[in-house]
């Protein structure tokens, strides 16, 4: 009799230990951390493969009477993230995802926040370019925001598609 007293409190030991460990192997159910990983990996590699990118440096760029940018950031025309961080006057290097030769339709929302007041989101199209290159995201007053990619021209350039001085953006580019 004492021994199937003692053997009782094991057995009950036994079977919820089995338990416990049978409930957590039903990964069938639940994919593995891993495998998430490896899928988010498969499916940006397919993007790549449908259109080349590129990572490209970031900059932005103040206009006359503009407030001063805090910070910045400027969502990737196809995917989720938002890149940035920076104040105006550095240059965030290669955070940014871009395709290799200029894409229609490329509409990015970005967020900045001016001096002294909350922070400020609006949409805008990607400017036309033939070459991937730095992109510049140039602040206008009123909030008006214009973002370009240049792979040889600093807006400081005559070259540049939207010059330093320029008080007005250039009409939107569907």
């Known amino acids: 009799m004492l021994y199937r007293k003692n053997l009782l409190p094991h057995a009950l030991l036994v079977i919820i230990t089995l338990l416990t460990m049978s ?10 951390q891993n ?5 988010k990996a498969r499916a940006a590699a397919e993007l790549d493969k449908e259109i080349p990118m590129i990572g490209v440096s970031m900059m932005c760029i103040e ?11 400027i969502k990737e025309p196809f995917s989720s993230r938002m890149a940035g961080g920076g104040s105006c006057g550095g240059v965030v290097a290669g955070g940014y995802s871009l395709p290799r030769k200029w894409q229609s339709g490329m509409k990015v929302k970005v967020r900045w926040k001016p001096n002294g007041r ?21 602040f206008f007053e009123n909030d008006q925001v214009r973002v370009v990619s240049s792979a040889y021209d600093s807006p400081s ?9 320029v008080v007005t953006p250039p009409p939107e580019v569907e």
């Open 63 to 73: 206009h006359p009477n503009t407030d001063y940018i805090y910070s910045y950031y």
């Open 157 to 165: 350039s005559p070259d540049h598609p939207i010059l330093r001085n």
């Open 35 to 39: 495998q998430i990983a490896e899928n």
């Open 118 to 138: 909350a922070w400020v989101e609006k949409y805008t199209t990607i400017m036309p370019y033939e070459k991937a290159g730095t992109l510049y995201v140039h």
């Open 23 to 32: 409930a957590c192997s039903s990964y069938e159910r639940f994919p593995r």
